[in-house]
């Protein structure tokens, strides 16, 4: 999530006015140029005698990393090569597979593929691990070096060697590079329900789904009988955004509040704009790649009873970050705030737990294949008020509801078991549809 500077500085300013005893200032600058002394003594030692000449570059930018990676595992330092591809996760436009990964203990690990590229189609998934590219062994490198390889030109091709827990071996997948152009709402209408999927929160998001709830409406001739928010694998994204899509479901109440260090830093965002839903039935898909932005809908249509969140625990990041420029191609990405969903909830390493619990029985894995959670990266702020949900998740008890198989979801053509099962519960709730002139409902059609 991306938190404008101005925000920062409003924050920073505010630090500034807690009033410090002069005693305590003078103490806290001893130790602090005592540490500053202990830096530039290692610096002076490194640059005089390291077996091979290091130039102050390389010697100030790990010093930097280095900081920044004590922290937490989303703030960091871009510059060059780091601040291009920075850009690019913003701008969300690339020639490549489509995979957000990260790194753990020197190997590569997907957090999600992007859904509609060639990662998603080639059956890429969240806890696979990437150890090879074109027969090349990536372990130990670093992961710019590794996003960087598997970037490049659309149409040529790559070969990824995939390591997945619960598999005996490894594997390799061929793909072929594409201008990864994430298109922030996709929109269809089955069985009268339409079905709103919101892969991120980029600049139009928010128009883009009021625009998906329109042609929705004009395709039917009126109303459906409610909605499908599909926020599965999505990793988040702009505040704001987050903000005006939840608004477009909530005449009134809190939406999201964000609290800095300091306990009088509160900021809070309400609705103020009508329902566009018109009070029909909602759900929310969520999964564990459901992260950060897409937690904060989630989180607050749950929490106003607006809709029924359905799926999997959520990805758990509950820190916004904000985008700092410190001059030509570099850019400073710190963690400036945590945010609540309006009951108070911080979903810092718990997570949104979903209203009911369907997995994902269409794919084939679910039960074996590990999933990465906020909680699983190191250094993640803690959480001091997170709910255990362990037992409950560790609950091997079947459940009727979910007992069907791979091939008998195949035979009955389901794809996409959540899916299926949160249009049957539309369904079941939804009262009686009246489309405009009083006719009856157009029968549902995929876009």
Same mark, same amino acid.
């Given at each position: ?82 601040y291009d591809n920075l850009q690019i996760q913003t701008s969300g436009s690339y020639g490549g597979l489509g995979l957000s990964v990260t790194m753990e203990d020197g190997a590569v690990k997907v957090i999600t593929p992007t859904e509609d590229t ?227 909830? +911080? #979903?810092? %390493?718990?997570?949104?737990? $979903? =209203? ?6 269409? /794919?084939?894995?679910? @039960? ?21 949900? +362990? #037992?409950? %998740?560790?609950?091997?008890? $079947? =459940? ?6 791979? /091939?008998?979801?195949? @035979? ?36």
């Amino acid at each position: 999530m991306i938190r404008p500077v101005l925000q920062v500085t409003a924050a920073v300013g505010a630090l500034a006015l807690v009033p410090v005893t002069t005693g305590a200032m003078a103490s806290v600058e001893t130790s602090s140029y005592r540490e500053l002394d202990a830096f530039m003594d290692v610096y002076a030692r490194v640059k005089a005698d390291y077996v091979e000449q290091v130039d102050d570059k390389t010697l100030i930018k790990g010093a930097i990393d280095g900081m920044l990676a004590s922290l937490d595992p989303h703030s960091s330092f871009a510059d060059g090569i780091d601040y291009d591809n920075l850009q690019i996760q913003t701008s969300g436009s690339y020639g490549g597979l489509g995979l957000s990964v990260t790194m753990e203990d020197g190997a590569v690990k997907v957090i999600t593929p992007t859904e509609d590229t060639p990662a998603w189609r080639a059956g890429i998934k969240s806890g696979d691990f990437i150890t090879h590219l074109d027969g090349k062994l990536i372990y130990g490198g670093t992961l710019d070096e590794a996003v960087t390889q598997m970037r490049g030109e659309p149409g040529s091709k790559i070969v990824v060697r995939i390591v997945r827990p619960g598999r005996d071996k490894p594997f390799d997948v061929t793909l072929t590079r594409e201008i990864i152009v994430q298109k922030a709402v996709k929109w269809e209408v089955k069985d009268g329900i339409g079905i709103l999927n919101i892969n991120t929160f980029s600049a139009t998001t928010a128009a883009d789904m009021r625009a998906g709830i329109a042609a929705i409406e004009k395709q039917l001739g009126g109303k459906p009988k409610g909605y499908v928010i599909d926020l599965r694998a999505n990793g988040g994204g702009l505040l704001n955004q987050a903000i005006e899509v939840t608004d477009a479901f909530l005449q009134h109440g809190e939406i999201v509040s964000q609290r800095g260090r300091d306990k009088a830093d509160i900021e809070r965002w309400y609705a103020k704009a009508d329902d566009l839903a018109r009070g029909l039935p909602l759900v929310v898909l969520v999964d564990a790649g459901t992260a950060s932005a897409s937690e904060i809908v989630a989180g607050a249509l749950q929490d106003h009873h607006r809709a029924l969140v359905m799926g999997e625990r959520t990805f758990g990041k509950g820190s916004v970050q904000s985008i700092l420029n410190m001059g030509p191609r570099t850019a400073l990405r710190l963690t400036t705030a945590r945010y609540y969903t309006p009951s108070g909830h +911080s #979903v810092q %390493e718990g997570g949104i737990t $979903p =209203d009911i619990a369907v997995p994902q029985l269409s /794919d084939p894995d679910y @039960k074996t294949r590990p999933v990465l959670r906020e909680a699983d990266l190191r250094r993640h702020l803690l959480n001091q008020d997170k709910v255990d949900n +362990s #037992v409950l %998740e560790e609950d091997t008890k $079947p =459940d009727p509801r979910f007992a069907a198989s791979v /091939d008998d979801l195949k @035979k009955k053509g389901v794809e996409d078991f959540q899916l299926h099962y949160a249009l049957e519960t539309i369904a079941r709730t939804a009262p009686p549809a009246r489309m405009a002139g009083g006719g009856a409902p157009k029968a549902g059609t995929r876009r």
